[in-house]
């Protein structure tokens, strides 16, 4: 809950102060970077939440992440006040927010297809196109792959979550027969 | 007759027996019959005394008989009462009992019932579950053989049409 709460506040804020639809691109990739080291290292995570090291140490650490990323200024900014006020650790769900400000704001959508088998251009491209006329939008398909769904793929799309795997007809119908009454 | 022709000879005599005889009959009546009488009425006091005691006792007797009657009477009554009594609370234990073992009875088979209806929906779900699981065990192994490439592309081309024509219902 309160993650949440912070999240919203800061990505909130962190878009406000950017304008130009390539900088909120590349803040979005920058917040990534950091979210994805920290998901990496977690040696980083007690690090900044350790509370006798210095906040001097803290603030180096994460000049020297930021140059390494190469982020906009505002996400240093940003990355820095978070470490001022002891808010490091709430940086998911911050970038979190953000995709969704950042996303709303480029009238983009993003969905989320796991298949069995990897897809084809053209079904990914079929997708997208069918999509982004359904929700008039942008659609950022991400794709990953997972054999234990047999068959057909699983859609996630702005909380709706479709699934057309096999696997999940095959657990359908294992309900079904379980359910089935004998006379 | 010539015993009347000498009446003037015993004239005398007779005279004095007839005085011999009053003062003999006013000496007994002076003094031997009162005692006699008065033992006579003594005795027949007695007697009728006696009689009326045994009256009285022949009566007492009867009271006492007709008492007893009247309590033997009672004593049967309450005698009958006690077994009546006794009689209705033995046949009322004993249909208190028959109908707490009917009820006993009647539970234990309830339950046994229950007992066999849940084995029973245990048993089947069971069975259910095993051929549920054994069904979805051989066709995944069956379906896994079978999807080729070609086939997984396919299957992935129909599933993007339902997913497509369910957004488009919901839209």
Redesign the interface.
């Known amino acids: 809950m309160l993650e949440n709460i912070v999240g919203k506040r800061y990505a909130v804020a962190l878009a406000n102060s950017i304008s130009d639809d390539a900088g909120l691109s590349k803040a979005l990739e920058g917040l990534g970077s950091f979210c994805e080291t920290f998901r990496t290292e977690p040696k980083l995570k007690n690090f900044f939440a350790h509370p006798s090291i210095p906040q001097e140490n803290k603030a180096g650490m994460v000049d020297e992440l930021c140059d390494r990323f190469q982020v906009e200024k505002t996400v240093r900014n940003l990355v820095q006040l978070l470490t001022e006020r002891k808010k490091i650790l709430f940086l998911d769900p911050i970038r979190e927010y953000f995709e969704k400000v950042v996303d709303a704001r480029l009238g983009r959508a993003r969905a989320g297809v796991t298949?069995?088998?990897e897809?084809?251009s053209e079904?990914t491209g079929?997708?997208r196109e069918?999509?982004g006329r359904?929700y008039k939008k942008d659609i950022l398909l991400e794709t990953q792959v997972d054999e234990s769904l047999?068959?057909?793929?699983v859609?996630q799309?702005e909380g709706l979550v479709?699934d057309?795997?096999?696997k999940n007809r095959?657990?359908l119908?294992?309900?079904a027969?379980?359910?089935?009454e004998?006379v | 007759m010539p015993q009347f022709e000498q009446v003037s000879v015993f004239s005398s005599l007779i005279f004095w027996s007839v005085i011999s005889f009053v003062a003999l009959l006013f000496l007994l009546k002076k003094f031997a019959f009162p005692p006699i009488l008065e033992i006579l009425d003594a005795r027949e006091k007695k007697i009728r005394d006696d009689i009326e005691g045994a009256e009285k006792i022949n009566q007492d007797a009867e009271k006492l008989k007709a008492d007893f009657d009247r309590q033997l009477k009672t004593a049967h009554e309450k005698a009958n009462d006690i077994i009546q009594l006794a009689h209705d609370s033995s046949k009322k234990e004993t249909e208190k009992s028959l109908q707490d073992t009917q009820g006993k009875v009647r539970q234990m088979i309830k339950e046994a019932e229950h007992e066999i209806q849940a084995s029973r929906n245990k048993l089947?779900?069971e069975i259910?579950?095993y051929?549920?699981?054994l069904?979805?065990a051989s066709?995944?192994r069956i379906?896994?053989k079978a999807?080729d490439?070609k086939?997984?592309?396919r299957?992935?081309?129909?599933?993007?049409e339902?997913?497509?024509q369910?957004?488009?219902k919901r839209?």
Do not use: F
């Not at chain 1, 027969?177 to 089935?180: A, P, R, S, T, Y």
């Not at chain 2, 299957?155 to 993007?160: A, G, H, P, R």
């Open positions: 298949s069995a088998s897809l084809s079904q079929k997708l069918s999509l359904i047999i068959g057909g793929m859609l799309i479709l057309g795997s096999i095959l657990a119908l294992k309900q027969i379980e359910k089935e004998v | 089947l779900s259910r579950s051929t549920a699981a069904t979805i066709t995944e379906l896994k999807m490439e086939e997984q592309k299957v992935v081309d129909e599933t993007i339902e997913v497509i369910e957004l488009e839209a």
